[in-house]
C-alpha cells in the first residue's frame, strides 16, 4: 500500500445495486457530510444515480463533489466516483436489472482496484444482488469470496460484528446439502485460527474467549443425532486447548443464543451461514455490520441486503451502513497502530499503550 495520511482515512463506499437500498442508505449516512470529521468518504458508482436519489428523497439542500481519482478528494465533502458510462441511467427502484447489477459489478471492481493500489485506506460494501451481478468477471457467491481471490487470501472469513456479539461463520454461502462436507478438521482448524487472530491483530483481544456451536441439533447428543461432534469438532477444539487457547464448546445452537451465553464469549463460530446470522441479525438489528477478516485490507458492510421492497421508499435505515464505516475506521486505525508500536518496539522508542487504540474492545465505538 502506497504511503497515504492517515489522521483521516479515506473510507471507499462501493454503490451496489442502485435499484435496492444501497443508494438510500448511503446518503442517509453521509447526508450533510456528518462523517467529514471522522473520516473522508469516497462513494464508488455514480453522480448521476445518487443525484437521482437525492431527488427523490428531498436531500436537494446537500451536494455531492464529483471526482475521478481519490488523489482528488475534498476532504471536508462527500465525494463519489463515477465508475461506468451513467448518462443515461436511470433508476428503477425495486426493480432486478441486468444493468443495475453490471454497474454494481462496475463499482466493485473499481473500489478494489484502488484499495489494492493503496488509495483509499479501507473499503465498505453496499449490498449487491447476488444473481444479477454473475458476469464473466464475477463467478462468486457473493463478496467475501471475490474478495478473498483479489487479496490472495486462501479464504476469507465472513465475521459479523455488533455492539454485544460477534459471529463467524464456518462455511457461507453454499447450499444446506453441502453444510456437513464441510466441517472438516483441516477447514475448522483454519476458520477457527483466523477468529483467533482476527480478534487478536483487528481488534486488540489479547486472549479472545472463543464459543464454537455444533453442526447438528443439541449438538449432536453424544452421537445420537450426528457424529460430527465426536469426530472432528471435539477433537479440533483440543488441539487449541492443549495450546494454550480459550476455545470451548461444541455448543447446541439454539439454547445457546437464547439464554444469552454468547454475552460470555468475545466470539462465536458457527457451522453454517444460518446457523449464526438469523441470531445475529435478530439481536443486532439495524447495527450489524459484516467484516471480512483474512484480508490484507480491511472490508466492511451492512448486514442487510437490497431489500426491494422498501427501495425508493424513504424506509431504509443507515444504521448498519453507519456502524460498517465507524467499524472500517477503527480497524484500520487499530492496524496502523499496531504497526508503528512494532516498529517504534524495533528500533528502541517508547511505546503506546493500550487505551490509545480505538477497536481496543473490538465493537464500533461511534452511536448513530
Request: aromatic share 8%.
Amino acid at each position: 500500500m502506497s504511503e497515504l495520511s492517515t489522521d483521516k482515512p479515506l473510507i471507499g463506499i462501493s454503490l451496489g445495486d442502485y435499484n435496492g437500498i444501497g443508494p438510500e442508505v448511503i446518503l442517509k449516512a453521509l447526508e450533510g457530510n456528518q462523517l467529514a470529521k471522522l473520516c473522508t468518504p469516497i462513494v464508488y458508482g455514480s453522480l448521476r444515480v445518487l443525484n437521482q436519489y437525492r431527488n427523490l428523497l428531498e436531500m436537494k439542500d446537500w451536494t455531492l463533489h464529483g471526482i475521478q481519482r481519490p488523489e482528488q478528494a475534498n476532504h471536508k465533502l462527500t465525494n463519489v466516483i463515477t465508475c461506468w458510462h451513467d448518462h443515461q441511467t436511470e433508476i428503477q427502484p425495486g426493480k432486478i436489472t441486468p444493468e443495475a447489477g453490471q454497474a454494481s459489478l462496475s463499482s466493485l471492481k473499481r473500489a478494489v482496484e484502488d484499495l489494492k493500489a493503496g488509495k483509499i485506506h479501507a473499503l465498505v460494501t453496499g449490498p449487491i444482488n447476488k444473481d444479477n451481478i454473475q458476469s464473466e468477471d464475477f463467478k462468486f457467491p457473493g463478496h467475501t469470496e471475490y474478495l478473498a481471490e483479489a487479496f490472495g487470501a486462501q479464504e476469507g472469513l465472513m465475521f459479523m460484528v455488533s455492539e454485544d456479539l460477534r459471529v463467524g461463520v464456518l462455511s457461507g454461502h453454499i447450499p444446506v446439502n453441502q453444510i456437513a462436507a464441510h466441517v472438516t478438521s483441516e477447514k475448522l482448524t483454519a476458520k477457527i485460527e483466523q477468529m483467533l487472530q482476527s480478534l487478536k491483530g483487528d481488534f486488540g483481544i489479547k486472549k479472545p474467549r472463543l464459543a464454537v456451536l455444533g453442526l447438528n441439533p443439541h449438538a449432536g447428543e453424544n452421537g445420537l443425532l450426528g457424529s460430527e461432534e465426536i469426530d472432528v469438532i471435539n477433537p479440533v477444539l483440543k488441539t487449541f486447548k492443549e495450546k494454550g487457547n480459550l476455545v470451548f464448546g461444541p455448543f447446541p445452537a439454539d439454547g445457546f443464543f437464547a439464554a444469552g451465553t454468547y454475552k460470555q464469549y468475545d466470539a462465536v463460530l458457527a457451522m453454517y451461514h444460518d446457523q449464526g446470522l438469523i441470531p445475529f441479525k435478530a439481536l443486532a438489528f439495524n447495527e450489524g455490520v459484516n467484516f471480512t477478516a483474512g484480508l490484507s485490507a480491511v472490508r466492511t458492510s451492512p448486514d442487510h441486503g437490497t431489500a426491494y421492497n422498501i427501495a425508493g421508499k424513504n424506509q431504509a435505515e443507515p444504521g448498519s451502513l453507519l456502524q460498517a464505516v465507524y467499524l472500517a475506521c477503527d480497524v484500520f486505525k487499530y492496524r496502523t497502530d499496531s504497526q508503528e508500536i512494532d516498529k517504534n518496539a524495533l528500533i528502541g522508542k517508547p511505546q503506546q499503550s493500550e487505551s490509545q487504540h480505538p477497536a481496543k474492545s473490538g465493537k464500533p465505538r461511534h452511536n448513530n
